[in-house]
């Protein structure tokens, strides 16, 4: 069964960047039918989107964050990782890693998310 | 201001059936196919229902999708009490040229 799991700092000042890590454990991040997702969900609001990579590099962003993020990959560690610079206290959110699955059963959907880590920015 | 609109909140009670409505336009739900989110406080979401009508394994043939035209309905039949979570829907969207649009989420309350 596929698990994802983020790591990364819970604290970041204002102006940094932020950095996290999804590794993804029982199922390999080159199967060709998934995309790996960063989704994030400030407290008490919805979901947004921030992008995702495939395991060829392939990256995909937001548009409303594309200036601010990079997203990369490292297969040979099974994982994938997100940066997002020059945050401010509306980047605090908690930030999921996901599975999207682009082409296999679930087709265009998100399948599997990991437990999720709050990041908060602030001074 | 989220892309594809859903109702705040609503509730029923035990045994009620109840629907969640999402608006979207030509670029996401009136072009490609609907996916629903359930979220229970303080843990991730969980995908409920896939392709607009399709229910992963494991999830209650009471829950079931629909789409017509730009909107998109979940409903909940024969209610329970562990039905109260935040739903999402979510589509690919021809603008963003990516598929995270979501949207604003709706409270459901089991009275």
């Known amino acids: 069964q596929v698990q994802l799991q983020e790591s990364g700092p819970g604290l970041v000042k204002p102006s940094q960047t932020l950095s996290l890590t999804c590794t993804v454990s029982g199922g390999s991040i080159r199967s060709g039918d998934y995309h790996w997702s960063w989704i994030r969900q400030p407290p008490g609001k919805g979901l947004e989107w921030i992008g995702y990579?495939?395991?060829?590099?392939?990256?995909y962003y937001n548009p409303s964050l594309k200036s601010r993020v990079t997203i990369s990959v490292n297969t040979s560690k099974n994982q994938f990782s997100l940066k997002l610079n020059s945050v401010t206290a509306a980047d605090t959110a908690v930030y999921y890693c996901?599975?999207?699955?682009?082409?296999?059963?679930?087709?265009?959907?998100?399948?599997?998310w990991g437990q999720g880590t709050m990041v908060t920015v602030s001074s | 201001q989220s892309v594809l609109i859903q109702p705040p909140s609503v509730s029923g009670t035990p045994g009620q059936r109840v629907t969640i409505s999402c608006s979207g336009s030509s670029s996401n739900i009136g072009s490609h196919s609907v996916n629903w989110y359930q979220q229970f406080p303080g843990t991730a979401p969980k995908l409920l229902i896939y392709s607009t009508n399709q229910r992963p394994s494991g999830v209650p043939d009471r829950f079931s999708g629909s789409k017509s035209g730009t909107s998109a309905s979940l409903a909940i039949s024969g209610l329970q009490s562990e039905d109260e979570a935040d739903y999402y829907c979510?589509?690919?969207?021809?603008?963003?040229?990516?598929?995270?649009?979501f949207g604003g989420g709706t409270k459901l309350t089991v009275l």
């Open positions: 990579i495939y395991y060829s590099g392939n990256t």
């Open positions: 979510a589509a690919w969207d021809d603008r963003m040229n990516g598929p995270g649009v």
């Open positions: 996901v599975r999207f699955d682009s082409s296999g059963y679930y087709h265009d959907a998100f399948d599997i």
